[in-house]
């Protein structure tokens, strides 16, 4: 950032727990399980669902696209607070 500037922006590993809970959070209230989320996502393993729930991994814009039209929400759902 810009020396004189001042941010106070979320650091990408709550941001990372923030997406991940709210994705089990949506997931669990669908009552699926991982694997039927990642199949949902193209992917084939529950592994891959668990490390975003988990925070450990990233996930693509596409794929939340992907998840908000999947549980039929709006992506703000996802905006950290």
Same mark, same amino acid.
Do not use: C, M, T, W
């Given at each position: 950032?810009?020396?004189?500037?001042? !941010?106070?922006?979320?650091?990408?590993?709550?941001?990372?727990?923030?997406?991940?809970?709210?994705?089990?959070?949506?997931? /669990?209230?669908?009552?699926?399980?991982?694997? /039927? %989320?990642?199949?949902?996502?193209?992917?084939?393993?529950?592994? !891959?669902?668990?490390?975003? /729930?988990?925070?450990?991994?990233?996930?693509?814009?596409?794929?939340?696209?992907? %998840?908000?039209?999947?549980?039929?929400?709006?992506?703000?759902?996802?905006?950290?607070?």
């Amino acid at each position: 950032p810009h020396k004189k500037a001042s !941010y106070d922006l979320p650091k990408p590993d709550s941001i990372r727990d923030g997406l991940g809970k709210k994705i089990r959070e949506k997931r /669990e209230a669908f009552n699926i399980s991982q694997i /039927e %989320l990642a199949q949902a996502l193209g992917k084939k393993s529950a592994a !891959y669902i668990a490390f975003i /729930e988990s925070g450990q991994r990233n996930i693509s814009a596409a794929e939340l696209v992907r %998840l908000a039209f999947f549980f039929r929400i709006s992506l703000s759902f996802f905006n950290p607070q």
